[in-house]
């Protein structure tokens, strides 16, 4: 594929799979998406396009919405079980266990999306892009194509169900733990170890645990340079985004499989402790 911006693909293919996964759920269509997004761009004109990201943005979330409708839509029509009704948290505790658990996959993705199901198509567009990514309202109304004071609406009313459906989730807007874990994610998927530290609080400990049968003890680690060059072994490389409600979380995939979740604890701007659980096998 031709790639009439330079560095393009390099500088935003991350950002905007982050933002596609939590939309629709699912790191496979997430990708697809961004590469059909690029794919246009490459068919544009660049004398057209003046923010190349913002025209990224838009494009890749109405693939998203319409990728969302669709499977919306497939639910309803074969009466698929509401599995938003089981509203769980993630338990890191019930997947310590090999034999306990199904796969790494499905306990992270039923946790982490159910709360976004309630949404409609419209409302999870409109709040992942708002709440989460801080894109203005006007420019959500050109993605949604709906006015800017209906899609605050949607966001308002996503952020209402939200909140009703899961009261752990109230601190979702947090500006200050996004940009965080933004920073945390492109410091380890570039394997920069600088970064990463920069991001780490000075006095920070690190735990992983290894989901195997017999499984390791956990390993723990402390400072900035331990932690961080252990979590560069495992994460460098990997295809990495954040979660989209609740605690600060990093999902690493590889090969489209999840196969660890990083749970961090931030303070002040800084991660002060991290919690991982890996599965060797997904790799």
């Known amino acids: 594929m031709s790639d009439p911006f330079p560095g393009l693909l390099q500088a935003h293919r991350p ?3 982050n933002l596609a996964y939590q939309m629709v759920g699912d790191i496979g269509d997430a990708e697809d998406i961004v590469q059909e997004a690029f794919l246009r761009l490459s ?8 923010d190349p990201r913002g025209w990224l943005t838009v494009v890749s979330s109405r693939l998203c919405l319409d990728q969302v409708r669709s499977a919306r839509h497939r639910r309803v029509t074969t009466a698929e079980p509401d599995v938003m009704e089981r509203a769980t948290p993630l338990n890191h505790g019930s997947i310590q266990d090999p034999g306990d658990r199904v796969t790494l996959d499905d306990e992270v993705h039923d946790a982490l999306f159910e709360v976004l199901g309630r949404l409609s198509p419209p409302e999870r567009v409109a709040f992942v892009l708002h709440d989460v990514f801080r894109v203005p309202f006007d420019d959500i109304a050109e993605t949604v194509g709906r006015p800017a004071a209906t899609c605050r609406q949607l966001a308002r009313r996503a952020r209402t169900k939200i909140h009703a459906a899961a009261p752990m989730t109230a601190a979702v807007d947090d500006t200050e733990h996004h ?8 410091a380890c998927a570039d ?10 609080a000075p006095d920070v400990w690190g735990v992983g645990t290894i989901l195997a049968d017999p499984a390791p003890p956990p390993q723990v680690n402390h400072g900035q340079q331990a932690v961080g060059r252990n979590l560069l072994r495992y994460l460098t490389g990997a295809t990495l985004v954040s979660g989209p409600v609740g605690r600060p979380v990093a999902l690493a995939f590889s090969e489209r499989r999840l196969f660890a979740v990083v ?13 991982a659980t890996a599965d060797p096998s997904a790799r």
């Open 15 to 17: 950002y905007l799979i």
């Open 43 to 50: 068919q544009a004109d660049p004398q057209s396009i003046d």
């Open 179 to 186: 940009l965080v874990t933004e920073r945390f994610i492109a």
């Open 191 to 200: 394997g920069d170890l600088q970064a990463l530290t920069a991001v780490l």
């Open 263 to 275: 749970v961090l604890t931030i303070k002040d701007g800084l991660v002060t402790k991290i919690e």
